[in-house]
Every structure is written in structure tokens, then in C-alpha cells.
Nanobody, 119 residues
Framework: QVQLVESGGGLVQAGGSLRLSCAAS????????MGWYRQAPGKQRELVAG??????TNYADSVKGRFTISRDNKNTVYLQMNSLKPEDTAVYYC??????????????WGQGTQVTVSS
């Protein structure tokens, strides 16, 4: 089956940077899109950034100009987070829209990685 493994979270001071990574593995035919969501306690999960198979990207207004999403050729997606703010504190989840031979087209989620930004 498909698995998404995240890494790169941590604690950083406001204004600092972190880089998250998410590696997709398993029975994958193709990946239509990958993205990052985040969820803070008491808040709804929200889309942070997405990247599509053609290389187009999309960002939430709250992170435009500060975050950059990218992919390599090994089914790994990255989120470079600069100029971090306390409001960015959340659990960040990797998401992938994947075609697999067994399951067809399915949304998969990573385990989540904690990002904490101190003021």
C-alpha cells in the first residue's frame, strides 16, 4: 500500500525557518498532486500549499511569500518555511492524490509533524 512519511518539524523562534519533507512510497502508479495541510488545536485543518503534476503551485494567502512547496523526482514533496510566525504553529500533514494499481485514486495522509514557532 501507499505510505507517506513526514519529517522536518520542530521548534523555532519567530522569523526562523524550517523545511518539511514528505516521502511517498509503495504501490504508486502516478501522483496527481501533493500538498501540505495544517491543523492547530481547536481549528479546522486548512490547506497550506499544493503542487500539481505539471509543476503548478498554490498557496494559502497567509503563507504566500514565505513558504515554498517543491517536489523532486523521487515522489518527495518539500515545504520550505521562512519568516515563521507564531500563527504558523500547528501539526502539518502531507497529502497526496495518488493513483495506485490496487486502490485506484485515493487521498493519502502523512502522520503529521509538529511545527512550533515561539514568539
Amino acid at each position: 500500500q501507499v505510505q507517506l512519511v513526514e519529517s522536518g518539524g520542530g521548534l523555532v523562534q519567530a522569523g526562523g525557518s524550517l523545511r518539511l519533507s514528505c516521502a511517498a512510497s509503495g504501490s504508486i502508479y502516478s501522483i496527481n498532486a501533493m500538498g501540505w495541510y495544517r491543523q492547530a488545536p481547536g481549528k479546522q485543518r486548512e490547506l497550506v500549499a499544493g503542487i500539481f503534476s505539471g509543476g503548478m503551485t498554490n498557496y494559502a494567502d497567509s503563507v504566500k511569500g514565505r513558504f515554498t512547496i517543491s517536489r523532486d523526482n523521487k515522489n518527495t514533496v518539500y515545504l520550505q518555511m521562512n519568516s515563521l510566525k507564531p500563527e504558523d504553529t500547528a501539526v502539518y500533514y502531507c497529502n497526496a492524490d495518488i493513483w495506485s494499481p490496487l486502490s485506484g485514486r485515493v487521498d493519502y495522509w502523512g502522520q503529521g509533524t509538529q511545527v512550533t514557532v515561539s514568539s
